[in-house]
């Protein structure tokens, strides 16, 4: 089966300026999920989505990051303004379903740069 | 609130030799507990998982985990490392919420060298 896949792979932008990052799931998997993982950290939940719906979003700096999960397929999540400490790797995984037999797939990430 | 802490940062290690990856989780609940790996330019994959039962559970690639619920420690060996298996490691809890939101710790860097 194809693995999840995400886009683009590296992203370099200026401080303030927004980004948006693209993923998608494993056909079928009705969970989906973005982690953020800065550089010496273990990756941290963003937000989750069952379906088109969302789980769980109580990480999410709301003030800055959106993230959408239309049709229940696709997903993306955006940074508007991004600042200095956004850089990290961008995450996007799914699942079968939301228990805990349901393993999650990892796609490769984005590596997001702010200078 | 659930954390992680992983002990090691990086564990050098000789080919064929035993190893072991310590994790230590903190909750003042029961949990999930999970090990995944983290190959070079790729995501992450599902290693092992203990969700209940024995306590030694017994993963992909040789690897095995036991889960010690007085220690609240969930460490992962594997009695002869390949080259292959230079990696990094995470160890991720859960608590029973009705799905899963795992929690990761720092990683642990294993590198195997000839």
């Known amino acids: 089966e194809a693995g999840v896949a995400q886009s683009p792979r590296y992203k370099i932008i200026e401080k303030r300026q927004s980004v948006a990052f693209w993923c998608n799931p494993i056909?079928?998997?009705?969970?989906l999920y973005w982690y953020q993982q800065i550089l010496g950290q273990g990756p941290k939940l963003l937000i989750q989505?069952?379906?088109?719906?969302?789980?769980?979003d109580s990480q999410l700096p709301k003030d800055r990051f959106s993230a959408e999960r239309l049709k229940g397929v696709d997903s993306t999540l955006k940074i508007q303004p991004a600042k200095l400490e956004d850089s990290a790797v961008y995450l996007c995984?799914?699942?079968?379903?939301?228990?805990?037999?349901?393993?999650?797939?990892f796609g490769n990430g984005t590596r997001l740069t702010v200078t | 609130a659930q954390s992680v802490t992983q002990l090691d940062s990086q564990v050098p290690v000789f080919e064929e030799a035993p190893v072991e990856l310590r994790c230590n989780y903190s909750?003042?609940?029961?949990?999930?507990l999970f090990w995944y790996v983290q190959y070079p330019n790729q995501g992450l994959q599902l290693l092992l998982k203990?969700?209940?039962?024995?306590?030694l559970v017994k993963g992909i690639n040789g690897f095995e985990a036991e889960f010690n619920k007085s220690q609240t420690s969930f460490h992962l060996r594997k009695p002869s490392v390949h080259i292959s298996d230079t990696a990094e490691y995470f160890c991720?809890?859960?608590?029973?919420?009705?799905?899963?939101?795992?929690?990761f710790g720092t990683g642990t860097r294993l590198l195997v060298s000839p």
């Open positions: 989505f069952q379906n088109n719906g969302v789980v769980d």
């Open positions: 991720a809890v859960s608590q029973y919420t009705g799905f899963q939101k795992l929690v």
């Open positions: 995984a799914s699942s079968l379903e939301q228990d805990y037999n349901s393993p999650l797939h």
């Open positions: 909750s003042s609940v029961s949990v999930y």
């Open positions: 056909s079928g998997h009705a969970t």
């Open positions: 203990y969700l209940s039962g024995s306590t």
